[in-house]
């Protein structure tokens, strides 16, 4: 089955303890994505890549940090994670930027 | 001026009404246009795609794309209550990312 894996779904944290939330798909996409959603601002990309080994930063990059070393897989990573990090997190990918997205199930994250 | 913009609602149609819902964007140079739905609590899912200007159907989707006006529309016909969602706008800015509204949401009420 086609998917897009994330993980964990679910986690409280405290401030500063850094974390890492797994990403994996199955299809083979070259395109992989980081969103953060928040009530009333919809869907705002943190970080990209359009291949292995190349990242970009979205619109709200700011205290995180993504790797791309293998074709599936696209960790975000909170180094020292803050209260303003609480958010409900999407992985999505793509055969390019300009394709369908397919999403992850999602990964709400608490800061306290 | 957001890039990508939408009524927020909530938009409140009867079933078997025709829904409509809207979005603008900024960039002129945008090429591809997403309308995704988005259950409570599940992510967001690909509805319709449209690429030329005009009307593309599906089912009962229609999106229109007027890229002179810079406007996006999708009409759902025969609204069930199934299709209470939010629904998400998204456009692809330089072919490099893609850029979401808000989000509409609509409730069809039996």
């Known amino acids: 089955e086609a998917q897009v894996t994330q993980n964990p779904r679910y986690l409280i944290t405290v401030t500063g303890k850094k974390l890492t939330v797994t990403c994996s798909q199955n299809?083979?996409?070259?395109?992989m994505s980081w969103y953060r959603q928040d009530p009333g601002l919809g869907l705002r990309q943190i970080y990209y890549s359009m291949n292995v080994e190349v990242t970009d930063k979205g619109d709200v990059p700011e205290g995180y940090k993504v790797s791309r070393k293998e074709k599936r897989n696209f960790p975000l990573i909170l180094e020292s994670p803050s209260p303003n990090q609480t958010s409900l997190y999407f992985c999505?990918?793509?055969?390019?930027?300009?394709?369908?997205?397919?999403f992850g199930e999602g990964s709400r994250l608490t800061v306290l | 001026q957001k890039e990508v913009e939408q009524n927020s609602g909530p938009l409140s149609v009867p079933e078997g009404a025709i829904a409509s819902l809207n979005c603008t964007y900024s960039?002129?140079?945008?090429?591809?246009f997403f309308w995704y739905r988005q259950y409570s609590g599940k992510s967001p899912e690909l509805i319709m795609f449209?690429?030329?200007?005009g009307d593309k159907e599906d089912g009962r989707f229609t999106a229109q794309l007027n890229k002179a006006s810079q406007y996006v529309s999708l009409l759902i016909r025969d609204s069930q209550p199934s299709d209470s969602a939010t629904y998400l706008c998204a456009v692809n800015i330089n072919n490099n990312d893609m850029r979401f509204g808000a989000g509409t949401r609509l409730t069809v009420k039996p």
């Open positions: 999505a990918s793509s055969w390019g930027a300009a394709g369908e997205l397919f």
């Open positions: 449209i690429y030329s200007n």
């Open positions: 960039d002129r140079g945008s090429q591809s």
């Open positions: 299809m083979n996409h070259e395109y």
